[in-house]
T-cell receptor, first 111, second 116 residues
Framework: DAGVIQSPRHEVTEMGQEVTLRCKPI?????LFWYRQTMMRGLELLIY????????DSGMPEDRFSAKMPNASFSTLKIQPSEPRDSAVYFC?????????FGSGTRLTVV | AQSVTQLGSHVSVSEGALVLLRCNYS??????LFWYVQYPNQGLQLLLK??????LVKGINGFEAEFKKSETSFHLTKPSAHMSDAAEYFC??????????????FGTGTQLKVEL
């Protein structure tokens, strides 16, 4: 199994631009999570899906952030418009209902 | 509500010395507890977990942790540190059982430095 695959690994964008982060969960995993890691706030859960349905998005910082899971093998996290304070490492994780497996993350820099 | 507190954002030990990373939790229901390790520019890797049963759990790379309900603690230990153990370590908690979609609440992390 290739594990949880995130793309891109690194993203540098200008303030105001739209950014889309992508995640392919492990096949057969029915839960998917988006986390954000920053020096100031550590690891925070942004949103999670169960069977492609968003269950809890209380961690999404504001309306500029949106996440979708159109099918069981793909999810996106979109930031529009991006701001410098969105700079962080964004992790996707998937779970079959128990332990989560994490992707390698996307390092986002907004300048 | 659930939370974890990791005492000490940076810990430095000599190679061969005992590693002790502290984690205390708060949970309104029996918790499931985890330790993850993150190497530079990499994702999180599970070291070990406690769900139910034996309170002393062994993980990969010689690490172990003991769940102490009376102390609400889940400290991570390793008898002898190796240079390759240098990384950031995260304690995490989720609600007892795999309810809540296995949402993990993480501590702020402890950076472990291993010196010669």
């Amino acid at each position: 199994d290739a594990g949880v695959i995130q793309s891109p690994r690194h993203e540098v964008t200008e303030m105001g631009q739209e950014v889309t982060l992508r995640c392919k969960p492990i096949s057969g995993h029915n839960s998917l999570f988006w986390y954000r890691q920053t020096m100031m706030r550590g690891l925070e859960l942004l949103i999670y899906f169960n069977n492609n349905v968003p269950i809890d998005d209380s961690g999404m910082p504001e309306d500029r952030f949106s996440a979708k899971m159109p099918n069981a093998s793909f999810s996106t996290l979109k930031i529009q418009p991006s701001e410098p304070r969105d700079s962080a490492v964004y992790f996707c994780a998937s779970s079959p209902g128990g332990l989560s497996t994490f992707g390698s993350g996307t390092r986002l820099t907004v300048v | 509500a659930q939370s974890v507190t990791q005492l000490g954002s940076h810990v430095s030990v000599s190679e061969g010395a005992l590693v002790l990373l502290r984690c205390n939790y708060s949970s309104s229901v029996p918790p499931y507890l985890f330790w993850y390790v993150q190497y530079p520019n990499q994702g999180l890797q599970l070291l070990l977990k406690y769900t139910t049963g034996a309170t002393l759990v062994k993980g990969i790379n010689g690490f172990e942790a003991e769940f102490k309900k009376s102390e609400t603690s889940f400290h991570l230990t390793k008898p002898s540190a190796h240079m390759s153990d240098a990384a950031e370590y995260f304690c995490a908690v989720t609600l007892g059982g795999w309810r809540g979609g296995n949402k993990l609440t993480f501590g702020t992390g402890t950076q472990l430095k291993v010196e010669l």
